[in-house]
Each structure stands twice: as structure tokens, then as C-alpha cells.
């Protein structure tokens, strides 16, 4: 029996429905993109089927997702759906990372300009500077958008016009598989959660769109800024009120939305809400290992042939966190010459760029100071030269006592001479 309510009656209105097998016995068709060779993302695409059978679309535009259940109830199967509708549109972007290191979505890294699977510190790392770069685009977007003339962009957000039409507007769909593991990182977890909930709110008009999953929906595991904010969200079966209403959102369970119904048998079954105006009891369609990898060959087949494969996709090198982090703090000890107590850190970032362009190339001033922080480096106000203009003037940087103070005390705790 599943109930359902239909507020075009009234919001009081419940619908008991009783099917004479258990959901998830009964058969479900195939999913309907399963012979697609290529999607468009802007439209609502199958996510499952309720009790009745009917398909339960879900869209992508303009919303986030957070998926979460116990472990082991199709999370990371759900999460797929989406994730191949981007991989299919060969105009989308797909970032993805897997945080559990047991491969689950490898099939899509043929497709994703950034893909990381590991349950490391260096692939948390990559998924913490994919974030960084994530709020870097949002604002890099935020500028192209300003800019468009009134009759273009009449609302200031992406539209799927401008998607396909705008270099640098196309849709941008980044996934965090076992998501706890990134936002309760002793190192990453507190930044990764700010991060999260600043692309959460920035990208939705921006076309960039976040997916994540978590099998310990908890307030240390999922940052209540981003709880609160995601438009679109999925529960599978959880075990008490305080899971489920993190999932589902404030006051859920109190309102009868409870994914702690589900049994030991409803595996992809799960409570969907902000798809559609009522909560929905969805059954998710689901696709087995050769299956993904067939429509992820296709993706990938689709994107040589529109010449948009980019990334790791296209071969080129990943971000590599680990290099940085491992010789940042000696690389920038080592850009102070002997006369320099203090330097800015936009010359911080020019000379690191100059030492290691391949590490380095892309850093920021901001990427910097981010990168510095977990060793206890923050930016004040130092006097320096602009060498440009020969002109002296007080900017963000750094003193060199306090990085050689930082290499010191690093090595300290990993055991390791001080100098
Ligand atoms: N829609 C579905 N229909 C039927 N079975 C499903 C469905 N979704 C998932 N399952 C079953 O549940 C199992 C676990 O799915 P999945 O790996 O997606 O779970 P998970 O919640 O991500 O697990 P974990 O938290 O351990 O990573 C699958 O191997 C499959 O057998």
C-alpha cells in the first residue's frame, strides 16, 4: 500500500494505492534512453517509475541533488541517471568524483573532463580544488552573463539557448559519490561544505549544476548550508527522522515524507521531493555494469563526433593536488630571496608560476591563500615594491618567518628534521 497526495483537490487530500505485489517485484520497464544515441539535458528525463507504474521524470537545469540512504540501497545507482543524461548530451560537461574508491561510476571517466575515484586524501583533494574551481566558474559565468545584452538574457541565467549557443555557458553537471568522505575531512571538509553551498546557490542560474550522494546524512557528514539548499532531493531507505529530514529537508518526516518505510527489499526505492510539486515514491530505473558502459561508449562516441571531448577525457593531465600539496610550502619558502622578509602574494604566485608552470600554472592569488590555509598561513597587509611602477604600497601577502614556521612545524608532525 503507498500513499500519495494530490494537492490540486486539496492539501489534505491522500491517495492510498495498493498494488497486489511488493514495488520492487513488480517489473519495470526498460529505461526509455536506453537506445538514445544522444540526450538533451535541458529536458525532464526518466528517473524511475512510481507504484503505478508511471515514468517519474526529473530535470537538471536550475536545481541540485542530494541523494542519500544507508548503505547499499542505490544510491550510487541513482545517482548514475543523471549523471549519464549529462555524459549523453555531448554539449554538457561532466565532472565526477567517487570518494569510496570502489570504481562504481569508472565507466563515465571515458567521458568526464575531471574524474577522480579513490578514498585518499589526493582524490578528496581533487574533489576539493574541483570545487574551488567550481565557484571560480560560477563567477567567471556570472561576468559573461552581466555582460549579455537585456534582449539575450532577459532573466540573468543560463537558458538551454544560451547552453548550447555561449562558449562558456554550456551546462556544467559535477557529482560527489559518498560525499561524507570529502565534507568530513579533517583537513578539506570544512572548506569543501562553504564551497558546496556557495556553487549551490551561484550556479543554478549558472548552468552549473552539483549532484551529490552520502550514505551518512549527518550534520558532521553533510553541511547543514547544504542541506538546506538543494532544490531536488532523493531518499532511499534511512533508518530514523533525523536522516530522513536531512535528506528530504526541515519537517519532512513530520509531514509524513518517511523514507524509514522502506524495507530490506526496496533497493532503488526511495522518496524523490522537489521533482514535482507533491513528494513521490520512486522506484529508480536500473542499469547493470555492461549496460553503463555500453551508453558511456556511446557518450563518448557522441563527443568525438561534436568535437567536445575535453579534459581527462581528451588526455589532458589531471590537476595534480599532490604535487602541490606535497612541495607548495617549500616552493614558496624558496621564492623569497635572502633581502625579502615579506613578499605580496600576487609575486608569491608569479614566481611560483615561473618555477613550476606545469604545477603552477593555473594558480590564483585566491587558489593560493585557500592552498595555504590548512598550515596555518593567512594573507595581512605587507608593504612591498610594484616593480612595475617602482612604487611602493601595502597588499595582501605573506612573511617568510611564518612559511619557514609552517615547514617547520609540518615536519614536526610528520616526524621529519625541522629544516
Ligand atoms: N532501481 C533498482 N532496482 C533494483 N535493484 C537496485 C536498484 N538500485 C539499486 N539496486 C540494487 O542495490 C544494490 C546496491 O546499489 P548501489 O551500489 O547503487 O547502492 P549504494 O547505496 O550506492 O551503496 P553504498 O552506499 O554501499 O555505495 C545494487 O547492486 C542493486 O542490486
Known sequence: ??????????????????????????????????????????????????????????????????????????????????????????????????????????PLAKVCARYGSGADDDTSEAALQALRDLRDECQ??????????????????????????????????????????????????KEAGELAEKIIKLGRALGVILLKATQRPDAKSLPTGVSANVGTRFCLRVMGQLENDMVLGTSAYRNGIRATMFAKKDKGVG????????AQIVRTYYLDGPTVEKLC???????????????????????????????????????????????????????LTALRPEVYGDLTRDHLTTALKPYGITTTQVWGTDPATGKGANRRGIERSIV????????????EPAA
Open 1 to 106: 500500500m503507498w500513499p500519495e497526495g494530490n494537492a490540486d483537490i486539496s492539501p489534505s487530500r491522500l491517495v492510498l494505492w495498493t498494488g497486489d505485489q511488493p514495488m520492487s517485484a513488480s517489473r519495470q520497464p526498460a529505461w526509455p534512453l536506453l537506445k538514445a544515441s544522444t540526450v538533451d539535458m535541458a529536458k525532464p528525463f526518466p528517473f524511475g517509475t512510481d507504484p503505478r507504474g508511471r515514468i517519474v521524470y526529473m530535470e537538471l537545469p536550475y536545481t541540485n541533488l542530494l541523494i542519500g540512504s544507508i548503505p547499499g540501497y542505490g544510491k550510487t545507482a541513482a545517482l548514475q541517471l543523471p549523471a549519464l543524461v549529462a555524459a549523453l548530451d555531448p554539449h554538457a560537461e561532466l565532472w565526477a568524483f567517487e570518494l569510496k574508491g570502489t570504481g562504481g561510476l569508472d
Open 404 to 415: 619557514t614556521e609552517a615547514v617547520a612545524e609540518r615536519n614536526r608532525r610528520r616526524g
Open 271 to 278: 522518496y524523490l521531493v522537489g521533482a514535482a510539486d507533491e
Open 140 to 189: 567567471r559565468r556570472a561576468a559573461i552573463i552581466k555582460k549579455l545584452p537585456k534582449d539575450v538574457c532577459p532573466d540573468n541565467k543560463v537558458t538551454p539557448e544560451l547552453a548550447r549557443r555561449i562558449k562558456g555557458l554550456h551546462w556544467l553537471v559535477a557529482l560527489f559519490d559518498e560525499c561524507q568522505e570529502l565534507f568530513a575531512h579533517s583537513e578539506f571538509g
Open 297 to 351: 561508449q556511446r557518450a563518448y562516441a557522441a563527443r568525438v563526433a561534436a568535437g567536445t571531448l575535453t579534459g581527462q577525457a581528451a588526455g589532458q593531465s589531471a590537476e595534480t593536488p599532490s604535487a602541490r600539496r606535497e612541495t607548495l610550502l617549500e616552493d614558496v619558502a624558496s621564492v623569497y630571496r635572502a633581502e625579502e622578509p615579506k613578499l605580496w602574494a600576487e609575486t608569491i604566485v608569479e614566481r
